[in-house]
């Protein structure tokens, strides 16, 4: 029975006892290296490195790099600080937006120990606190922000966690360098729909894309019908400027020359003998024409109240061509000089003669 008791495996309160005992007895811990040096009086410190020394368990100094003389036995190395840039993996954790979205978040953090003496008396393990800290102020600074806002503003995010970090770990103679996010987990539902709305973003901008294109070829197609319109409605009109300043203008001058060629005629024809009777026939005969044509184009005439007479229509004919040409007649006598009167009877005299004889 009393072996049966001695290999009886210890019960659950032993195992605690036992595991309280085992971190009362630990070391003091350390960082970087796997165990501290032993003091053996002279010691060579690497670069970069700074060794906490305790003289009968109270702090004595900080060994530089290079060589370095202590006491053994009464000196201690408690400490060893490394001032190198440590990088340490923030693990995933789950955060909460503003929109009430869970997300699973990790990190990367860059530290760097300004002061050995802080980091070794100030916290007892400097990482872990970072950590922690680390933690804490993302999920906070997640809660500030939307889900969009987070994608968008992460390099804002990551500035807002060092300073945080900075603030409290002055006091730890830590000093974080940049906090990097690594990953970002969205639940599946959250994912399948932002994917459903970067589809649907695409389907609206292609469509807006399509209407501007539709618009565009419309637009380029109206102001193609208007160039040609004009250019049409130009070359019509210099045709008919050409047209006008050739062909046309050509009819109308000989037209207007032969017109000229025969009241030239006509104006010699009548200063000859007997030429006011030529007139008073030509008058008369374009009359008895011109009442010939009466009431053919419509059924509304209008007739003078002498119509039969027409010896006293042509009587009023010639009597407005003599009140015509008689200014001429003025104008001409007033040219003539006084030395060179002619004797002869004025022609309005002699018109009027030739009148009585006619009728």
Same mark, same amino acid.
């Given at each position: 029975?009393?072996?049966?008791?001695?290999?009886?495996?210890?019960?659950?309160?032993?195992?605690?006892?036992?595991?309280?005992?085992?971190?009362?007895?630990?070391?003091?811990?350390?960082?970087?290296?796997?165990?501290?040096?032993?003091?053996?009086?002279?010691?060579?410190?690497?670069?970069?490195? $700074?060794?906490?020394?305790?003289?009968?368990? &109270?702090?004595?100094?900080?060994?530089?790099?290079?060589?370095?003389?202590?006491?053994?036995?009464?000196?201690?190395?408690?400490?060893?600080?490394?001032?190198?840039?440590?990088?340490?993996?923030?693990?995933?954790?789950?955060?909460?937006?503003?929109?009430?979205?869970?997300?699973?978040?990790?990190?990367?953090?860059?530290?760097?120990?300004?002061?050995?003496?802080?980091?070794?008396?100030?916290?007892?393990?400097?990482?872990?606190?970072?950590?922690?800290?680390?933690?804490?102020?993302?999920?906070?600074?997640?809660?500030?922000?939307?889900?969009?806002?987070?994608?968008?503003?992460?390099?804002?995010?990551?500035?807002?966690?060092?300073?945080?970090?900075?603030?409290?770990?002055?006091?730890?103679?830590?000093?974080?360098?940049?906090?990097?996010?690594?990953?970002?987990?969205?639940?599946?539902?959250?994912?399948?729909?932002?994917?459903?709305?970067?589809?649907?973003?695409?389907?609206?901008?292609?469509?807006?894309?399509?209407?501007?294109?539709?618009?565009?070829?419309?637009?380029?197609?109206?102001?193609?019908? &208007?160039?040609?319109?004009?250019?049409?409605?130009?070359?019509?009109?210099?045709?008919?400027?050409? &047209?006008?300043?050739?062909?046309?203008?050509?009819?109308?001058?000989? &037209? $207007?020359?032969?017109?000229?060629?025969?009241?030239?005629?006509?104006?010699?024809?009548? $200063?000859?003998?007997?030429?006011?009777?030529?007139?008073?026939?030509?008058?008369?005969?374009?009359?008895?024409?011109?009442?010939?044509?009466?009431?053919?184009?419509?059924?509304?005439?209008?007739?003078?109240?002498?119509?039969?007479?027409?010896?006293?229509?042509?009587?009023?004919?010639?009597?407005?061509?003599?009140?015509?040409?008689?200014?001429?007649?003025?104008?001409?006598?007033?040219?003539?000089?006084? $030395?060179?009167?002619?004797?002869?009877?004025?022609?309005?005299?002699?018109?009027?003669?030739?009148?009585?004889?006619?009728?």
């Amino acid at each position: 029975a009393g072996r049966w008791s001695q290999s009886r495996p210890p019960s659950s309160l032993q195992r605690s006892q036992q595991l309280k005992r085992s971190v009362w007895l630990s070391p003091a811990p350390h960082r970087m290296n796997s165990g501290l040096p032993v003091n053996i009086g002279v010691l060579f410190v690497p670069q970069q490195e $700074a060794w906490v020394v305790e003289r009968m368990g &109270k702090f004595h100094r900080i060994l530089e790099p290079g060589l370095n003389f202590l006491i053994p036995l009464l000196d201690r190395i408690r400490y060893v600080q490394s001032l190198k840039e440590i990088v340490i993996n923030v693990p995933e954790q789950s955060a909460v937006t503003l929109d009430n979205v869970t997300l699973q978040i990790d990190g990367v953090l860059y530290l760097r120990v300004m002061d050995p003496y802080k980091a070794s008396y100030g916290v007892e393990d400097p990482e872990y606190a970072v950590t922690q800290l680390a933690q804490t102020t993302m999920r906070s600074e997640l809660g500030k922000l939307s889900l969009d806002r987070v994608f968008r503003e992460r390099e804002s995010l990551n500035a807002s966690i060092v300073d945080a970090i900075n603030q409290a770990s002055d006091c730890w103679g830590i000093r974080c360098l940049r906090y990097e996010i690594k990953d970002i987990h969205v639940p599946p539902r959250v994912k399948e729909s932002m994917q459903m709305q970067v589809e649907a973003e695409r389907r609206k901008r292609a469509t807006v894309l399509e209407s501007e294109g539709t618009r565009e070829s419309a637009i380029n197609v109206a102001e193609g019908q &208007k160039q040609a319109q004009i250019l049409a409605s130009e070359a019509e009109k210099a045709e008919q400027i050409n &047209k006008a300043a050739g062909r046309e203008a050509n009819a109308m001058l000989v &037209k $207007a020359r032969a017109k000229a060629e025969a009241i030239q005629l006509l104006a010699a024809a009548l $200063a000859q003998q007997h030429g006011s009777a030529a007139a008073s026939l030509s008058v008369a005969e374009q009359y008895v024409s011109a009442f010939s044509k009466l009431a053919k184009d419509s059924n509304t005439v209008l007739l003078p109240a002498n119509t039969g007479d027409v010896t006293n229509m042509v009587a009023q004919a010639l009597g407005i061509y003599t009140t015509l040409t008689k200014p001429q007649a003025v104008k001409t006598q007033d040219k003539v000089p006084p $030395a060179h009167e002619d004797p002869q009877p004025p022609r309005t005299e002699v018109l009027k003669a030739e009148d009585g004889n006619s009728s």
